[in-house]
Each structure stands twice: as structure tokens, then as C-alpha cells.
């Protein structure tokens, strides 16, 4: 398995601003995925962080708005860019161990936009 | 793309009985189905998983069962206890174009209540 740990764990930010978010994993891990789950709803796949190369993003998600950094194996990080109040969501980091292996997840951040 | 059904949205059963959430997916290529269970404030928490080359698969008091020529798979969970009460995803994955990990699609989540 694979602990994965998030930073920060909540925030509340102004509109207009940016908010960056840490997700390290205590294993070397290719692939790292971000996810957002707005209130009450399903988990809806943002992007793929490769390490050594461009995220890959998801239809309707694009990296100016939601810049991706994946420095190394262990670690990533996700900027919510210019934000606005429907960027409050919760955002999940998830990855797993291994070739086609079960995938584990962050507690979440659970951003606010007022 | 792949596209996951899952139902019932919302489910109460009192402790000691059991509960059922269905799930279908529509894209054949699928070949993989977790389970996770999302308790208030918390990250997912996978708890089962199943691959297509596998018909069910069982631990302690949870059980999936997949049926790949219908595409649709179920939890089972058996002499529910009240914390067992959370919101339940199901997800169908993908072989990742990039041979790493599954390409995860999950369904809109069932909030189970477990009544004592």
C-alpha cells in the first residue's frame, strides 16, 4: 500500500488568487493522479502527473488553469490558478504502487473561494 | 469514454442486515472494479477490488461480485454494523495508455446509513 499525505489539509482563499497544493507519497510511484469532488458528488479525474514529463489532463480541465508540477517520484503538487467560487471542492491526490495496482488517496484539501 | 452507473444514491438498513449497491460501466475495456468507501472528512479508503478474470471475491463481511457480459458488478456487505455507514464509490479502471496504473471512472457514490 501506499500513504499518501496532502497539504494543506483546508484553506479558504479570496477569489482572483492561486492556491497551491502538496501531495507526497512514502513510495516511488510512476504515475500520480488529481482528482476534484465538488460537494456531494463523485470523484472526476483532473489529470495525470507523469514524472519527467506534461501532465496529461482531463476534457475540460487545461493547465492554465490547474498548472501541475511532478519534480520526482514522491511528490507532486496542483495550483488551483485565478480562483473563483466554483473551484470550491475538494481536491484528492491519488496514486498507486506498481504496474496496474489498487489506487490510494490523500485525505483531500477541501478549498473554499469566497 | 467510460461511463459508471451506480445505484441506489442512498440506502438505510438497520444493523445486522445486509446491503447491496450496484454498479454498471459501459465501456468493455474496463478490467478492473474498487470499491471505496469515503467516511465524512476523509480521503476514499479503498476496501475491495476485483479483476475481470475473477467473478467474485470475498473478505470477512464484504463481497464483489462482477458480471463482465452484462458489465455490471455489486458490493456486498454482510451484517452491517453502524460504522459501515459512509458514502460508497464504485469505479471501473482502464489500463492506463501509459502501463502504469488503471485510469479510474467512479460512480456518483451511495450514502449507506446503518441504523442501530
Known amino acids: 500500500s501506499a500513504v499518501i499525505s496532502q497539504k494543506p489539509s483546508r484553506d479558504i482563499c479570496q477569489r482572483g488568487t492561486s492556491l497551491t497544493i502538496q501531495c507526497q507519497v512514502d513510495?516511488?510511484?510512476?504515475?500520480m493522479f488529481w482528482y476534484r469532488q465538488q460537494p456531494g458528488q463523485s470523484l472526476t479525474l483532473i489529470a495525470t502527473a507523469n514524472q519527467g514529463s506534461e501532465a496529461t489532463y482531463e476534457s475540460g480541465f487545461v493547465i492554465d488553469k490547474f498548472p501541475i508540477s511532478r519534480p520526482n517520484l514522491t511528490f507532486s503538487t496542483l495550483t488551483v490558478s485565478n480562483m473563483s467560487p466554483e473551484d470550491s471542492s475538494i481536491y484528492l491526490c491519488?496514486?498507486?504502487?506498481?504496474?496496474?495496482?489498487?489506487?490510494?488517496f490523500g485525505q483531500g484539501t477541501r478549498l473554499t473561494v469566497v | 469514454g467510460e461511463n459508471v452507473e451506480q445505484h441506489p444514491s442512498t440506502l438505510s438498513v438497520q444493523e445486522g442486515d445486509s446491503a447491496v449497491i450496484k454498479c454498471t460501466y459501459s465501456?468493455?475495456?474496463?478490467?478492473?472494479f474498487p470499491w471505496y468507501k469515503q467516511e465524512l472528512g476523509k480521503g476514499p479508503q479503498l476496501i475491495i477490488d476485483i479483476r475481470s478474470n475473477v467473478g467474485e471475491k470475498k473478505d470477512q463481511r464484504i463481497a464483489v461480485t462482477l458480471n463482465k457480459t452484462a458489465k455490471h458488478f455489486s458490493l456486498h456487505i454482510t451484517e452491517t454494523q453502524p460504522e459501515d455507514s459512509a458514502v460508497y464509490f464504485c469505479?471501473?479502471?482502464?489500463?492506463?495508455?501509459?502501463?502504469?496504473?488503471?485510469?479510474?471512472?467512479f460512480g456518483k457514490g451511495t450514502l449507506l446509513t446503518v441504523n442501530p
Open positions: 491519488s496514486a498507486g504502487v506498481g504496474l496496474n495496482t489498487e489506487a490510494f
Open positions: 513510495s516511488q510511484v510512476t504515475m
Open positions: 469505479a471501473a479502471g482502464l489500463p492506463n495508455s501509459g502501463g502504469s496504473n488503471y485510469k479510474l471512472t
Open positions: 465501456d468493455s475495456a474496463s478490467n478492473y
